[in-house]
C-alpha cells in the first residue's frame, strides 16, 4: 500500500474559490472535448494550512500555543478520500504526522480512523477542514489554500531556445518538435491528442525535438489531470527524457512518501528528497540543468548530471545515473533530442524553453 507524505514546500499560496458541484472523472470523454476550459470540480482535495491546538477549541489560560500545521487531501475514487495531517513546530522534533480516511456524504467529507495510537473524528466542507483526536483533546482547524510556483509563467531570458512559447491567447507553434500527434490550444498549452483517454490498447506517441541537445538548462510547466480512480503508474503518468535517455518522472504522486518511480524522480535511479507536488489540476514546474554523460571511444567515463528545482524546491543537486533510466541496456550518449513522454495519461505542458550551457568542468 502506498504511503502518504506531507513535506514542507515553500511556495506562495493564495485562498481558492471552489464550487460546490459534483467530481467529475477528467478523462470522460464530454471532459476530453474540452480539456483545458472545462474544469473538473471536487471541493474538497488539495492543500488545507491553518493550525493544531493541543487541548480543544478555545484553550485554558496556559496551555500550549497552537502551531502551523497542514493537510494534504488526495482523491482515491468511489467517493474516498485519504487525509495526511502535519504539524510544524517550532522543534522540528515534535513534530506529529496522522493518515486517515475520509468519505463524501453529501456536501461534506466525514472522517474517521485510528493513526499514531489515537481516534480521529471530524469533517471537511465549504473549504474548512476540522479534525479533532477523540477523548484527548487535541485538534486540527484549517482553510483550503491552492499553491502556486514563484517561478510560473517565468520568461525565457536573452537567448534562449524557446520550444514551446507561452503567449495566453495565442496558439503556440509545434515548429521545434517532430509530429507525433500532439496539438495546441489558444491558451498556450501542448498535450497529446486526447483520443478515448488513457487506455493501454491505444498506440502512444511520445513528442521529440528536431534537434540534438548536449548540456542544458531547461524550464518547464505541466498540469496534471484529475484522475481518483487511477493508482500509482496509471495516475497522470508522462515524463521529461533528456539526450532522448535520461527521465525526470511526471507523475501524479500528491502527498506520497516518494519513490524512484514518482514524480520528480530520476527514473528508477533516485526519488526526490523532498515531494514537492502540488494537486492535480495545477500548473507545476521544472527547471532542470542536465550535463550529458562524458564518452570516450564509445564508453561512458563521466555519468550525466541531474540537478531538479521542482515548483521552487530543490530536490536532485548533481545526481549522476550509470545507465539510461527504464532501460539500462540501451548505450549511453553524449547528445539527443528531448522527449516528452507519452504515457497515455491527459498532462498538459506549457512554456518550455532551455539554454545551452558548456561542458561541466571537473
Known amino acids: 500500500m502506498k504511503q502518504y507524505y506531507l513535506g514542507l514546500a515553500a511556495a506562495l499560496t493564495v485562498t481558492v474559490a471552489t464550487s460546490q ?10 471532459v476530453m472535448n474540452q480539456p483545458y476550459t472545462q474544469m473538473v470540480q471536487d471541493p474538497y482535495f488539495g492543500d488545507y494550512e491553518g493550525t493544531y491546538s493541543a487541548g480543544e477549541d478555545r484553550p485554558e489560560p496556559g496551555s500550549p500555543k497552537p502551531v502551523p500545521a497542514e493537510a494534504k487531501v488526495r482523491a482515491l475514487g468511489n467517493r474516498a478520500y485519504a487525509i495526511v495531517l502535519r504539524t510544524h513546530p517550532a522543534n522540528a522534533d515534535e513534530a506529529m504526522q496522522a493518515e486517515v480516511a475520509g468519505r463524501m456524504e453529501g456536501e461534506r467529507v466525514i472522517v474517521n480512523g485510528s493513526s499514531q495510537g489515537h481516534e480521529w473524528e471530524g469533517e471537511i466542507g465549504k473549504q474548512v477542514l476540522r479534525i ?76 521529440s525535438t528536431k534537434r540534438e541537445f548536449k548540456n542544458v538548462r531547461l524550464h518547464l510547466e505541466f498540469r496534471i489531470p484529475y ?3 487511477l493508482r500509482e503508474q496509471a495516475r497522470g503518468n508522462s515524463g521529461v527524457i533528456l539526450a532522448d535517455r535520461y527521465e525526470v518522472q511526471v507523475l501524479d504522486s500528491y502527498g506520497l512518501i516518494p519513490g524512484g518511480g514518482d514524480c520528480a524522480a530520476i527514473y528508477d535511479v533516485a526519488p526526490p528528497r523532498v515531494n514537492a507536488a502540488f494537486p492535480p489540476l495545477s500548473w507545476q514546474t521544472y527547471d532542470i540543468t542536465f550535463y550529458a554523460p ?9 555519468g550525466p548530471r541531474f540537478t531538479v528545482v521542482w515548483n521552487g524546491i530543490k530536490v536532485h543537486e548533481n545526481q549522476t545515473a550509470s545507465t539510461p533510466t527504464g532501460d539500462p541496456g540501451r548505450p549511453n550518449a553524449r547528445s539527443g533530442p528531448i522527449r516528452i513522454q507519452d504515457h497515455g495519461n491527459l498532462v498538459y505542458y506549457r512554456n ?7 561542458d561541466a568542468q571537473d
Do not use: C
Open 21 to 30: 458541484l459534483k467530481a467529475q472523472h477528467f478523462d470522460e470523454p464530454s
Open 227 to 229: 484522475e481518483p480512480d
Open 294 to 302: 562524458g564518452m570516450q571511444d564509445g564508453k561512458m567515463v563521466r
Open 352 to 358: 518550455i524553453w532551455l539554454e545551452e550551457l558548456p
Open 132 to 207: 479533532r483526536k477523540r477523548g484527548y483533546g487535541g485538534v486540527f482547524q484549517m482553510k483550503r489554500v491552492m499553491k502556486k510556483s514563484p517561478i510560473e509563467a517565468l520568461p525565457p531570458p536573452p537567448g534562449a531556445i524557446v520550444l514551446l512559447a507561452f503567449e495566453p491567447g495565442k496558439k503556440p507553434s509545434l515548429d521545434m518538435w517532430t509530429e507525433a500527434g500532439w496539438v495546441t490550444t489558444p491558451e498556450g498549452i501542448m498535450h497529446k491528442n486526447p483520443g478515448e483517454g488513457p487506455r493501454p490498447d491505444l498506440p502512444r506517441r511520445d513528442l
